[in-house]
């Protein structure tokens, strides 16, 4: 990248304000200098913006395939086309090129011999790394003996150990002598006060056990921790050697990795979960953009986010406009982030078929063993893999849309130094298509596709701003026609009667000893504050109780946690509701305006906006 360029993207990094007006054009011009990459890419430009000119490009392009050696890359060159072709609706128009009627490319699906052709034609593009294998595996038993030692070799350890069982041993043998003079004693007083010296006795056993075991359990961590630590060093010169050489050979340079990584959206309670995990935003940045610089550039835009479950996971790899995801789960570190990024590499349609081509000529056999079978580990019963001598049985997984562990495996394992080495010395077919596509420039139309992906996720995130806005000022509009009285409707009519209603929202709608404050009330409406259940995320969290008296002895009730405003419009909303006839309960109107579950916030987000901005409609017309 040139100085002027380096400057520029410098000077836009610098500025980013997703407050901003200009953020998305900022956000937008800097896509352009991360993509500006030396190679031919530059010749296919390709934009939603102008269909018929884009269109017509692609077909030139086609046009330049056909008189082009007829290699595995142009069979997945013209596939990329399609792909791009996709969103505009024509991907039959292109399909009549004669660049798709020449023999081997009449189907849109690779074929097995056409999938391991782009495996080989990749892996003969792998980096010849002068490193001593068995040198490596040597230190590899080191290692593993070194990690399996016994941890009373440790002499603070042994000594804590040794401790912990004299404890043991005098708590027994004073416990036998009081239990003995227990029995014997036959005066009951006596009796009683020896009873109670060995409660005593216990109680302190207890206590100084519980010390000696949490000095036994941090000494335990301190050890693996160094031991882990000794065995990073003893990779150390080998796994850098290799790392640097993917690094050397990628097009990428260190400034438009950085760039590219500050362009990746990363949800704030993310970070927060992250930074619990001991995972905090300047390593997570700076991880991402070596990430990027490794892989040659071949990724596009991301989000990391959280879908509440244990284990992290990509989605949206193969779409081609929607949005593209990591999602954290309750272990994340730098191996865990390049694995899941290295996911969405199998977006390009080389890397997939490569990555299928590697198994078929990997596998033992056709069969699908489960991973359970293979790892003795607890993964799911419906998780299928195939046989081989791979570096970890999770590689050989398969999934039914043909995305695979593959690359996901093999950028992990460049994440450290010792990782990079074993897989290299363990492995140098795997490592060759790696290493062979990595490092390889990016496809016309694969820098053409990835920009599309920009561009798309640009224009929506545009539109989410935009509806963000539009909802906030719905929520205000409905809300403005809210006055929440203060009474004391719940200590004299609820607690000092002792009213069955109160007893209801005690054990079922209040959070278990987190007693909530009493606001006030909206017409027949009462609103507490405090911790409540979120039925969107299904955890406990501070928010806003309405409650609606049904009956004597019936009560309807709902949470909603976001802040007064969103109270308010629910009040609002279910007022206007009632006085046009439709009986609905607290519950149905928060599912159906402000549930974030299953991906609806943006269609309940659009249906307060609308009816907020109906004249007709709207809730400042209520009766009186």
Not at 167 to 194: F, N, S, V
Not at 370 to 390: I, V
Not at 486 to 511: G, K, N, P
């Amino acid at each position: 990248m040139s100085e002027p360029v380096q400057a520029a993207a410098r000077e836009l990094i610098a500025r980013l304000d997703p407050d901003a007006p200009g953020f998305f054009d900022d956000l937008r011009q800097l896509r352009e200098l991360v993509q500006a990459l030396s190679s031919p890419a530059k010749a296919l430009v390709f934009s939603l913006a102008d269909p018929g000119e884009s269109l017509a490009r692609l077909n030139a392009y086609l046009d330049t395939l056909q008189q082009a050696p007829d290699t595995a890359e142009r069979y997945y060159e013209a596939m990329t086309v399609l792909e791009l072709a996709a969103p505009l609706g024509e991907i039959g128009y292109l399909r009549q090129h004669a660049v798709f009627q020449q023999e081997g490319m009449a189907n849109r699906q690779p074929s097995a011999i056409q999938q391991q052709a782009a495996y080989q034609a990749l892996a003969a593009q792998g980096l010849d790394i002068a490193l001593d294998r068995e040198a490596v595996k040597a230190k590899q038993a080191e290692a593993r003996a070194l990690m399996q030692a016994p941890m009373e070799n440790d002499p603070d350890y042994l000594a804590a150990s040794q401790a912990l069982a004299a404890t043991r041993e005098d708590y027994k043998a004073d416990a036998e002598r009081l239990q003995a003079l227990i029995r014997a004693e036959q005066d009951r007083a006596h009796r009683i006060e020896l009873q109670e010296q060995l409660t005593q006795s216990y109680r302190q056993y207890q206590q100084l056990v519980e010390q000696q075991r949490d000095t036994l359990h941090h000494l335990h961590r301190a050890i693996l921790q160094t031991r882990a630590a000794q065995t990073q060093a003893l990779f150390q010169a080998e796994g850098e050697a290799v790392i640097n050489a993917i690094r050397a050979a990628s097009p990428i340079s260190a400034e438009q990795a950085h760039a590219w990584a500050e362009q990746q959206q990363v949800d704030s309670s993310t970070l927060k979960k992250l930074h619990k995990l001991g995972y905090v935003r300047e390593a997570l940045y700076r991880d991402m953009a070596e990430f990027y610089q490794l892989t040659g550039g071949k990724c596009s835009q991301i989000r990391l986010s959280s879908d509440g479950g244990r284990r992290a996971n990509a989605s949206g790899v193969l779409t081609h406009t929607g949005e593209k995801i990591i999602n954290v789960g309750t272990r994340f570190d730098k191996s865990v982030l390049f694995h899941e990024l290295a996911h969405h590499l199998e977006n390009d349609p080389l890397a997939k078929a490569a990555a299928n081509g590697f198994l078929l000529a990997r596998r033992e056999s056709e069969r699908l063993y489960s991973l359970r079978e293979l790892t003795g580990q607890q993964y799911d019963a419906r998780e299928r893999a195939y046989k081989d001598e791979f570096i970890h049985p999770y590689i050989g997984k398969v999934y039914r849309d043909q995305v695979t562990e593959v690359f996901s495996m093999g950028v992990e394992y460049l994440a450290t130094p010792k990782d990079a080495a074993l897989f290299a010395a363990n492995d140098p077919t795997m490592f060759a298509l790696v290493s062979g596509y990595l490092t390889r420039p990016l496809s016309p139309a694969m820098v053409a596709k990835l920009a599309l992906h920009g561009e798309a996720r640009d224009g929506e995130a545009a539109q989410q701003a935009a509806l963000q806005t539009q909802y906030q000022e719905a929520l205000a509009s409905l809300g403005a026609s809210v006055t929440i009285q203060a009474d004391h409707w719940w200590q004299t009519e609820m607690l000092a009667t002792r009213s069955v209603i109160a007893d209801t929202l005690r054990y079922q709608a209040f959070t278990k000893n987190k007693a909530p404050t009493y606001v006030g009330s909206y017409r027949h409406f009462r609103v507490f504050e405090g911790t409540f259940l979120n039925q969107n995320t299904r955890r406990h969290s501070r928010g806003h109780l309405v409650v609606e008296i049904r009956g004597p002895h019936q009560v309807d009730y709902d949470a909603i946690h976001g802040g007064m405003a969103y109270t308010k419009a629910l009040l609002a909303l279910t007022q206007h509701l009632r006085e046009e006839g439709i009986r609905t309960h607290l519950a149905s109107m928060a599912y159906h305006y402000f549930s974030t579950r299953y991906g609806q916030e943006q269609k309940n987000q659009r249906r307060v906006i609308q009816l907020a901005n109906q004249p007709t409609h709207s809730p400042h017309e209520a009766k009186p």
